[in-house]
């Protein structure tokens, strides 16, 4: 959550379209943390702070380094099972060999 610019940066030979600014840094950032840690979604105080859903339980995984900060970002998931990550491969493993299974009926 915070302040970007966005729109097309380039010239008339090479146009992109992108979106600039530390909110779009710290985005990246979490979703590269998701490798380290067992949640498959993570998100920063300030999305934290704007969830006013009952819905969701969302958990507190504490401060985490992240690259291009000088300071620890305060990291945050739902407790669901659909953004909990397996604990070992086997697990997932199974889970897609029985979804294969019921496509192959």
Known sequence: YGRVIEGNVGS?????YTLLGDAVNTAARLESLTRQLPY????????QQRCHSSVWNIIDLGMHNVKGRAEAVAVYSIDHVVVKKPENTQ?????????MDKLAR
């Open 12 to 16: 008339p030979l090479k146009m992109d």
């Open 91 to 99: 697990e997932i493993c199974s889970v897609i060999q029985h979804e």
């Open 40 to 47: 498959a979604l993570l998100f920063s105080r300030e999305v």
